[in-house]
């Protein structure tokens, strides 16, 4: 798998397009809030052969761009289940935050997709993480390898809790979740530099908890 980082919009958020390399079948993991994501991947040459769009959750900043980006490369999108009535709410919270051009945020959802489904991309299969506590919904999409988190897992930090839609003790049991799988897998979020799994589980002072319950060295906790 070929990945490639493209940081975008007001609020550098992470998109990716990821590629199978056996067939270049490609996919884009979330959009940024505006059509920067969508004019950089169409001044690639060769044009990459982006077959889906996976939305990792329906803030702003990763899925307002979604229409511009349908508008060049007409392929299926992807959203999280319970992400639908909060994406339904992406012109709201373009005038919370004074972005342009507010009514044209709402792109196409063709799939639903709720924890367990896996999405072929070529010949890679990406399964699909639930992941809800910064937002209703919020996901992740992961292979043998890596995992697109969004806004669940930083280098460092988590997603915040204190935003409409937030859940403090829903996040908790993501993270658990979450570090239930290979801890090799490279991390791969929606903000900051990429990590990965053992090394958060190691030094994130937000992960603490998990390590007291694994006793492990708690290190520097922040305290839940």
């Not at 010949?123 to 390898?145: A, E, I, R, V, W």
């Amino acid at each position: 798998m070929r990945i490639q980082c493209f940081t975008v919009g007001m609020f550098q958020v992470n998109t990716y397009l990821i590629q199978d390399e056996e067939t270049n079948v490609c996919a884009v993991i979330d959009t940024g809030e505006n059509n920067e994501l969508a004019r950089r991947l169409s001044a690639i040459e060769p044009r990459p052969n982006i077959q889906a769009i996976l939305i990792t959750h329906a803030h702003i900043d990763h899925a307002g761009g979604l229409l511009d980006l349908q508008e060049v490369f007409n392929v299926d999108t992807y959203l999280p289940s319970m992400e639908k009535p909060f994406f339904d709410t992406l012109s709201q919270q373009g005038n919370w935050f004074g972005t342009p051009e507010i009514n044209r945020f709402l792109g196409r959802i063709d799939h639903e997709v709720q924890d367990g489904d896996v999405i072929q991309v070529g010949n890679l299969k990406l399964k699909f993480l639930s992941t809800p506590g910064h937002s209703p919904g919020q996901g992740c999409y992961y292979t043998d390898t890596a995992i697109f988190v969004g806004d669940t897992l930083f280098s460092g930090s988590i997603g915040r809790t204190d935003l409409p839609g937030s859940n403090p003790a829903e996040m908790k049991k993501s993270l658990r979740h979450l570090l239930e799988l290979p801890k090799h897998l490279q991390v791969l979020s929606g903000h900051g530099p990429s990590t990965t799994l053992e090394q958060e589980l190691q030094t994130n002072p937000f992960l603490g908890f998990i390590r007291k319950e694994k006793g492990l060295p708690s290190g520097f906790s922040y305290p839940w």
